[in-house]
């Protein structure tokens, strides 16, 4: 099928309450992108107790927020878990950083004390700590059966834990702590959804990341995307990191 076109839909989660960190970037860099090959794109903002169907749109994206955000969106977002799971086993691409990563999981296990729940929609779970995890981070991911470098910025308490020796992380780390500087993995990757805790934002210094929600979204409406793209100044940006990093 022709992309030119074509019309999608990104579905962003809560800007109001997770918007930490700058990562709106991330759906300006998508929409652009996708703008550059002739695709138009909407980003069609979700708040809390906002219905819509998750089959009508092409990709969902959520960023971090507080503890006392990541509270409320719980109690929105589970009410349309299983809705959610069924469109991620069914393919739906789906971009979730830092704190949305975290909900993903059973629980979150604060350093004072308290527990939050979680999504439950994966075998993990996150246990914060006082010092935090911060700087820039470089790691190695596969994605569509091709290794790919990814760099991005890290800045997280919560340490979280893959308990599933099935689930596979975003990447392996090269430099940097990852989920919880202990394992060498990095973020969660299933199917078409993506968790991590890189920022910066993500997708702008990794054109290969962003490219691959794209062609995902355009495989499902059976759009082929063809058009390659002049990626000189992501790829500068992106081996900048890697410089600092000694890679």
């Given at each position: 099928m022709n992309?030119a076109?074509e019309h999608?839909v990104?579905?962003h989660m ?7 960190y700058g ?11 996708m703008?550059?090959r002739?695709?138009?794109c909407?980003?069609r903002s ?11 749109v092409?990709m ?6 507080s ?5 409320l ?5 589970i009410?349309?878990?299983d809705?959610?799971m069924?469109e ?7 971009l ?9 999981g ?7 004390g ?7 929609l994966?075998?993990?779970y996150?246990?914060?700590e ?13 994605l ?10 890290e800045?997280?308490g ?8 099935e ?5 392996s780390?090269l ?10 993995g990095?973020g969660l990757?299933y199917r ?8 910066g ?10 490219d691959y ?6 495989k ?5 995307i063809?058009q390659e793209l ?5 790829n500068?940006?992106?081996q900048?990191v ?6």
């Amino acid at each position: 099928m022709n992309s030119a076109n074509e019309h999608f839909v990104i579905a962003h989660m809560y800007p109001d309450l997770m918007n930490l960190y700058g990562d709106w970037g991330n759906l300006i860099c998508i929409k652009r992108r996708m703008e550059w090959r002739g695709l138009t794109c909407e980003i069609r903002s979700i708040g809390l107790e906002q219905s819509f169907q998750m089959k009508d749109v092409d990709m969902i994206f959520m960023g971090g927020g507080s503890d006392r955000e990541q509270n409320l969106v719980y109690h929105d977002l589970i009410q349309k878990s299983d809705e959610l799971m069924n469109e991620v086993d069914d393919g739906l691409p789906v971009l979730c950083v830092c704190g949305a990563y975290q909900l993903l999981g059973k629980e979150y296990r604060a350093y004072d004390g308290t527990i939050m729940k979680g999504l439950g929609l994966f075998d993990l779970y996150t246990i914060g700590e006082k010092d935090r995890l911060i700087g820039n981070i470089a790691i190695e991911s596969e994605l569509d059966e091709d290794k790919a470098s990814v760099v991005g910025f890290e800045n997280h308490g919560g340490r979280t834990y893959l308990d599933d020796a099935e689930l596979s992380p975003f990447g392996s780390v090269l430099r940097g702590y990852g989920n919880n500087g202990k394992d060498g993995g990095e973020g969660l990757h299933y199917r078409n959804l993506i968790g991590t805790y890189l920022h910066g934002p993500l997708l702008p210094k990794n054109p290969v990341v962003a490219d691959y929600f794209i062609r995902n979204m355009a495989k499902r409406k059976g759009v082929i995307i063809q058009q390659e793209l002049d990626d000189q100044i992501e790829n500068f940006a992106h081996q900048q990191v890697k410089e600092k990093l000694g890679l």
